[in-house]
């Protein structure tokens, strides 16, 4: 019969220590923030429906006749890239014997999703008319791959003025008779 060493006991209460905490990095990657809709910034959507998705704001008021909302929240991740994620984890987990989770917890840690704070400004009937975002611009507006940059018109980075719609005359105005006036 053998005799238990004090090697012996290390080594298996380290496996044991092991297999014990695996599994936590991927239980973090699933406890992610979800993804918030940002479609519900577009112009004209219900101001319940902004609410509903985004929480409730931190400060709201009226400014200039118009009603005001402040959101602060996280912006996290799909339940696809969560999940991908913590597979990614435990495979990495059972292929080093739980020694990943010294990687993928301060990984995690760190992917912990974007702070994003903005203001929303509603038109008379209730419904956005637009919106300034003060922290998490890439968040809110995420670039596509090979996309060209463009933004939406209602939505402006910073605290600055809100946008607003310019008239421009038109180049050329074509008279009854069919002659073009300048």
């Known amino acids: 019969m053998k005799r238990c060493t004090p090697g012996r ?3 298996a209460g380290t496996l044991l220590v ?3 905490v695996s599994g936590c990095a991927a239980v973090k990657a699933v406890r992610q923030p979800e993804k918030r809709d940002m479609h519900v910034l577009d112009r004209g959507v219900p101001r319940t429906h902004v609410i509903a998705e985004l929480g409730s704001p931190v400060w709201s008021d009226e400014r200039d006749g118009a009603q005001v909302d402040v959101f602060s929240f996280k912006q996290g991740y799909t339940k696809v890239n969560k999940a991908a994620r913590a597979m990614a984890h435990g495979a990495a987990d059972v292929a080093t014997f739980g020694l990943w989770e010294v990687v993928g917890l301060p990984a995690e840690a760190l992917a912990n999703g974007t702070d994003v704070q903005l203001e929303v400004y509603y ?3 209730q419904t956005v008319d637009h919106v300034v975002v003060i922290k998490g611009d890439k968040a809110v507006q995420p670039r596509k791959l090979f996309a060209r940059k463009s933004r939406a018109p209602h939505i402006s980075t910073g605290k600055q003025a ?3 719609a ?3 005359e038109p180049d050329a105005v074509i008279a009854g ?3 073009t006036v300048r």
């Open 9 to 11: 006991i290390t080594i």
């Open 18 to 20: 092991a297999m014990l």
């Open 166 to 168: 310019i008239a421009r």
């Open 162 to 164: 809100p946008p607003v």
């Open 123 to 125: 038109g008379p009937d």
């Open 177 to 179: 008779d069919g002659d």
